[in-house]
RNA sequence: GGGGAUGUGGCGAAAUUGGCAGACGCGCACGCUUCAGGGGCGUGUGAGGCAACUCAUGUGGGUUCAAGUCCCACCAUCCCCACCA
């Protein structure tokens, strides 16, 4: 057998489909669009992985496949290269982000280009690249401008590895086993860390000023589209659940003063006035004004009437309110203070509830007037909901354990339906005031209200509602999707596009006015409501200003100690040159921002970026051209990449398409806006069993493997180990499987080449170029077959429908001379899997055209099937024969075939069947 | 605690949706090939039994002429979220 010399081949073809320009289509013009997008990688570690190529080469197959049915298809590629996982590997190598740029860029290129995937090179981009994080910025500006962008500090994720902020997406929990005696001792014990997701790094708390986008806005189109696209059930759970809707009420609890605090009240009241209303006296009536109440969130309305107590959030506004009206505050403040100190880490793993009561304060239950004592615990969390609940410890695991710690009344107001006895009543004390701790329990399900007055009876769903009502509660909804947290402190990433200026701030606060009657809450909050957009630092109030467009990009400045600095700055706060600037609006000295925005924003536009290049580092979005591109080809036809990015980048992607369509910066024909209908999330690819990770040792490197066996053999044996949504273990020993098939494929065409080549001699009586019914039938059941799995992403059996294909061709081939239509059809159906050789071979049977715009064969219906069946004969439902059997026979013919069999015969004997099931071209079976 | 999966040979996995369980491939065994170390070809390969047959899709029940597939209960493993009121 001569040598089949890949890498020549591969070379070959890689330079003719690129001067041809197979897989580029015409962006202006091309009459079938189709956009096949695949998840562009980040540059991070010592070249592609092989789950990266698993998942390009699936998306590829795709791709390939629809270019074969006529679709110009477009399939862009380029590299996610800002971002701190780029600049960890930079610092980790001693190498400069922007210097390890060029150099990974450079070896991720030739792999991506090895591996044989279709892509459109022309249009390739890097996130770092300033032509392209010029329209990062820009669409910072845009969010600003739009009012989707502002400036808040918050208590934020702090890895203090990384030295930088962490939104909540990037931190996971982790957790870890105990030494081994208590687990011995206690079962399995876990204890709960929160990671930085990169580093693994405990997360802790710190209150920074922060850039945050209005992503909350967006919550309920982000819910709701979700039921009206194409994506992976698993993908959409995961956005639902971290959406997070339920529905509540918010009821305000009326607060009262112990008496003997009143005379002290009324003095520091004073002292509030005197303290707050310096600026605007309208302020201080409202400070006052909000001690007269605290307004909770429930989704439990109807066990109002079993509120006990209040719980405030430690972070909560109103408890410094309370200041003067707390008897024990410094208990309070000391409280406040470990709590705000504590890590997650321990928040979560100390589960033993904590809290301190305000003394001197109590809240009125609206229901039934009853004074409820007020704690303050960090069970409660500030940013959801109001930031305050309504402690019903009968009815609420959390609560019930805080009551029991603190010995505070258990009332049980839900029972479940005595008629359904399906619910346990379960055993609690209906003592109102008195907790029996040790029968007491909760319930946290539907029933009948009970100890609720006049709602005594009613359904608890009905309850919810009436009682809302009957309080003058408000029904509202709540989301645990927090905003954005947009803002990163190091070095590697597009600096966000804002100027703060002290003259503006100093000349529009002197002649600001309030309006008289303005909601008068939070004096920040107003300011930003009126316009006065402005921010503080080293404790001066700055005016924002947004980068003007036309002075778009900010460059980021070439730094040499590009390091986290560790202080809460990015490092570009210690290059003066950069932060030094004039402000756009006065012209005066002002400060650039010297934060640089998260990753997940690159990534949240590339694919509109990639239909926007219109030339190498140009990019142009606004202009009416690439509005024409944009409704050609948006939006992305299909989209495929890792649920590992369930709720991070497609969340994001989906908001930024959302919010571009509202600001009427993106236009594309489509009813919800979203940029994906279609999505499928390809399986992970492990390793003996394991995730593929360094330190076990156990990484795939493709370039050996491309080397050894050939990009085809490589990529078809990926796209054969599993099903390609599911994932599944690499082994070295499956490839061999496909070098083999791939070389016997390759010998059946060359052997049909090959006229000089005689017909086995044993084979000279059979008629050598009449084809057999069955075996047409069998090319046409391939066609089908393959066709079917290729749309729905189940490559493995489609490689296997090839193999059996090719198996019955090589048996065939012993008799008969295969039809030139046969290696046609066969070399299209594997062309997808593997390009190079179904490309080379194509061209040696006299093949002009690329054999990848050569139309996908279709198949015709009526050769499906051939004109014989195995007829399976069972006796009392089991299995006695198969016959073959006459297609579409009845069942007296098939019951007479079946019967003229021995061992059905005997099986059946001289007794007389009572029943005969029979399965048209299938089955029959003689029930005895 | 909540949500999502997944359990089929020695291994990766198939199974027209209720109709011969294990397609296809890996591995293994034996044989052939003037065949040298991961070469090619052929045959066999779920388990038990000489056999006809019997038993087999995590476990235990059920529905059905017929169950990997449908229903009920349980067990195991993995992933995601997690004090979200």
């Excluded at 190598?93 to 450079?106: F, M």
């Excluded at 710190?206 to 696209?229: C, D, P, S």
């Excluded at 080449?753 to 090319?779: V, Y």
Aim: with cysteine; hydrophobic share 35%.
């Amino acid at each position: 057998m001569q040598k089949y010399n890949f890498s020549a081949i591969e070379k070959k073809w890689q330079r003719m489909w690129k001067k041809k320009k197979i897989y580029e289509p015409d962006l202006k013009k091309a009459k079938k669009p189709f956009y096949n997008l695949m998840m562009f990688p980040y540059p991070s570690a010592e070249g592609l992985h092989v789950g990266n190529m698993y998942a390009f080469t699936g998306s590829d197959i795709y791709g390939r496949f629809k270019r074969m049915q006529g679709y110009d298809v477009f399939e862009p590629i380029g590299l996610d290269g800002f971002g701190i996982h780029s600049e960890n590997y930079a610092l980790k190598l001693g190498a400069h982000p922007l210097a390890q740029s060029k150099v990974s860029e450079k070896r991720f290129y030739k792999q991506l280009e090895m591996v044989g995937n279709g892509f459109a090179w022309n249009e390739r981009l890097e996130t770092y690249d300033p032509g392209y994080y010029k329209w990062t910025q820009w669409l910072f500006v845009q969010m600003w401008k739009h009012g989707l962008a502002y400036r808040k500090k918050q208590a934020v994720n702090w890895c203090p590895s990384c030295k930088t902020v962490l939104a909540d997406e990037q931190v996971i929990t982790k957790s870890k086993i105990k030494n081994q005696s208590s687990k011995l001792q206690n079962g399995t014990r876990e204890e709960m860390i929160s990671v930085c997701e990169r580093c693994e790094t405990t997360v802790i708390k710190k209150e920074l000023e922060q850039w945050f986008f209005r992503i909350t806005k967006y919550a309920e189109r982000l819910l709701e589209n979700l039921e009206k696209i194409d994506w992976s059930e698993k993908v959409k759970i995961a956005q639902r659940n971290w959406i997070g809707r339920s529905i509540g009420a918010e009821i305000e609890f009326p607060l009262r003063y112990s008496a003997q605090n009143d005379a002290e009240l009324t003095r520091k009241n004073a002292e509030i006035n005197r303290l707050v209303g310096q600026r605007n006296s309208a302020s201080s009536q409202r400070d006052s004004a909000t001690l007269t109440s605290v307004k909770v969130f429930t989704t439990r309305p109807d066990t109002l009437f079993g509120a006990t107590y209040l719980v405030l959030a430690p972070e909560h506004a109103a408890i410094s309110n309370f200041k003067f009206q707390i008897s024990n505050y410094d208990e309070v403040e000391k409280y406040i203070a470990t709590a705000k100190k504590k890590s997650d880490e321990e928040r979560i793993e100390n589960k033993e509830k904590t809290g301190v009561e305000l003394k001197g304060v109590k809240a009125v239950n609206p229901a039934n007037k009853e004074e409820l004592p007020i704690f303050v615990a960090d069970y409660v969390l500030s940013g959801y909901g109001t930031g305050a609940i309504m402690a019903v410890p009968s009815h609420d695991s959390r609560d019930f354990d805080f009551a029991r710690k603190f010995k505070l009344p258990i009332r049980e107001v839900v029972i479940p339906d005595a008629s359904n006895s399906k619910f346990q009543i379960p055993n609690v004390q209906i003592n109102p005031n008195n907790q029996n701790s040790k029968t007491a329990e909760f319930y946290e399900g539907d029933g009948v209200l009970i100890n609720s007055g006049k709602f005594d009876g009613m359904d608890s769903e009905k309850a919810k509602w009436e009682i809302t009502k009957f309080v003058g509660g408000k029904r509202t909804t709540q989301f645990r999707l927090r905003d954005w947290l947009i803002s990163r402190q190091r070095y590697w990433g597009p600096p966000i596009p804002i100027i703060y200026c002290r003259t503006c701030w100093e000349l529009s606060i002197s002649n600001f006015q309030f309006p008289n009657n303005s909601d008068q809450s939070n004096e920040r909050e107003r300011k930003l409501e009126y316009g006065v957009h402005y921010t503080v630092l080293d404790g001066k109030e700055y005016m924002i200003h947004p980068v003007p467009e036309e002075d778009l990009p900010v460059i980021l400045p070439m730094v040499d100690d590009f390091r986290p600095q560790g202080k809460g700055e990015s490092p570009l706060a210690s290059v003066r040159e950069f932060y030094e600037t004039k402000c756009p609006v006065c012209g005066g000295a002002a400060r650039r921002e010297t934060d640089v925005s998260d990753t997940f924003l690159d990534s949240a536009w590339y694919y509109i970026g990639f239909l926007a290049k219109t030339s190498n580092f140009k990019f142009e979005i606004l202009n009416l051209k690439f509005r024409d591109i944009a409704e050609r080809w948006l939006p992305v036809s299909m989209y495929i990449g890792g649920a590992e990015h369930s709720v991070l980048h497609l969340l994001y992607v989906r908001f930024i398409a959302l919010a571009l369509r509202d600001m009427q910066l993106l236009d594309f024909p489509s009813a919800t806006g979203e940029p994906f209908p279609k999505f499928r999330a390809h399986g992970l690819l492990i390793k003996d069993g394991m995730k593929m990770s360094k330190s076990k040792g156990n990484v795939v490197n493709p370039d050996e493997y491309i080397k050894k066996f050939g990009a085809d053999a490589f990529r078809m044996y990926l796209m054969f180990l599993a099903p390609f949504e599911q994932g599944g273990d690499f082994r070295e020993q499956g490839i061999l499987g496909i070098e083999r098939f791939l070389t016997r494929v390759r010998k059946l065409v060359e052997a049909s080449l090959d006229k000089k080549k005689p017909m086995r001699p044993e084979s000279k009586s059979a008629a050598p170029h009449k084809t057999p019914d069955n075996f047409k039938s069998a090319i046409h059941r391939t066609i089908k077959k393959v066709t079917e799995d290729i749309e729905t992403l189940h490559y493995n059996t489609a490689v296997s429908a090839l193999m059996i294909l090719l198996n019955e061709a090589e048996a065939q081939a012993e008799t008969i001379h295969l039809p030139r239509y046969f290696y046609e059809v066969f070399l299209k159906l594997l062309a997808p899997f593997a390009p190079y050789l179904a490309e080379e071979l194509w061209s040696r049977m006299g093949e002009k055209r690329s054999i990848h715009r050569a139309a996908w064969p279709t198949y015709n219906p009526k050769m499906l099937v051939a004109e014989t069946f195995p007829l399976v004969v069972q006796v009392s439902g089991k299995y006695k024969a198969t016959v073959d059997a006459p297609r579409d026979i009845g069942e007296a013919e098939a019951r007479a075939l079946a019967l003229r069999n021995p061992a059905v015969a005997k099986a059946i004997g001289e007794t007389k069947p009572k029943r005969i099931i029979f399965v048209k071209n299938r089955i029959i079976n003689f029930a005895l």
